[in-house]
């Protein structure tokens, strides 16, 4: 089967190996000379046979509106786009319908695997039509892992990055778990090498997990992450989850405090605490710190 993908970097670039060493041919766009097949959408467009399927996987947001909006002008009716980036789940709807009064279809799949993804497989999260699933399926089982996991139709055209802002929600809250154990366990005087305490649960644990298996990764290259700073980007899924938290009323106090402390993670000095302390010494006298 032939595939256009569009983005070829850290993600794009080994999903782009991973398809080909199944045997499918894959013609690559990317705005390095260096890593693209073709220089423009119009000659991937041209180099792929019909009913052609075009697979983005660039920036959210503008980048991959712009993308989309290119192919609606150079692909033909019976086409399909498939975007794989972090996209917002509220998205997919107009792009879908732009793209269907040109008798053009569209699939969003959320993607996770990593820089890990071209070795392991990735879980792929779609949404889409049935039709549209059948029609990518080939290049779905070579990007999932072998065996019956990894993939998943989760519904109709916007579940897919639903599904996959969910996954990163998750992710969150488990990733803020191992790093307040790891911080209680170097805390503590009764414990002299938590390095080998995390290495000790990565079999037979019931936190057995590969998060966690990179989380021990780390601490043999840096057994008290003295080379990092204390400092955690947020990459919009989990605001996106906490939103549809509060719109839908469902408690998610874990994923909600992890997506908080991200931010507590970017001020040097947090104004909140200033604020606390200054109550502290207003009603008890307390001592402050200046």
């Known amino acids: 089967m032939q595939l256009g993908l569009i ?77 794989g980036g972090n996209s917002k789940f509220t998205d997919d709807g107009p792009r879908s319908d732009r793209l269907a009064a040109k008798g053009i279809g569209y699939m969003d ?13 990735y879980a792929l999260m779609v949404g889409g039509t049935a039709d549209n699933v059948a029609k990518a399926m080939p290049i779905f089982e070579a990007l999932k892992p072998a065996g019956e996991f990894g993939f998943v139709h989760a519904g109709p055209v916007g579940a897919g990055h639903y599904t996959k802002m969910v996954h990163n929600g998750i992710e969150y809250g488990m990733m803020q778990a191992f790093a307040e154990g790891w911080e ?11 390095p080998g305490a995390f290495k000790s649960w990565r079999e037979g644990s019931v936190v057995k997990s590969w998060l966690l298996d990179l ?34 009323a469902v408690p998610l106090h874990v994923i909600a405090a992890s ?26 006298g307390h001592a402050v710190v200046s």
């Open 215 to 248: 989380f021990d990764r780390a601490l043999d290259g840096d057994p008290e992450l003295a080379k990092l700073k204390g400092y955690a980007e947020d990459t919009g899924e989990g605001r996106w989850t906490v939103d549809e938290a509060v719109r839908l």
């Open 7 to 83: 983005g070829l970097g850290r993600m794009g670039g080994n999903m782009a190996d991973r398809i080909r060493a199944a045997g499918h041919e894959v013609v690559g766009f990317d705005h390095n000379p260096e890593k693209r097949d073709v220089s423009s959408l119009a000659e991937l467009v041209e180099k792929l046979a019909a009913p052609r399927v075009v697979w983005t996987m660039v920036p959210a947001g503008e980048i991959t509106e712009s993308t989309i909006d290119q192919l609606g002008e150079l692909l033909s009716a019976g086409d399909l786009v498939i975007d």
């Open 109 to 121: 799949c959320g993607v996770s695997g990593g820089v890990w993804g071209s070795q392991n497989g």
């Open 184 to 194: 209680l366990l170097e805390a503590s005087e009764y414990v002299d090498n938590v």
């Open 259 to 284: 997506l908080f402390t991200r931010f507590e993670s970017r001020q040097p000095d947090s104004p909140a605490m200033k604020a606390v302390a200054a109550l502290r010494q207003q009603f008890g």
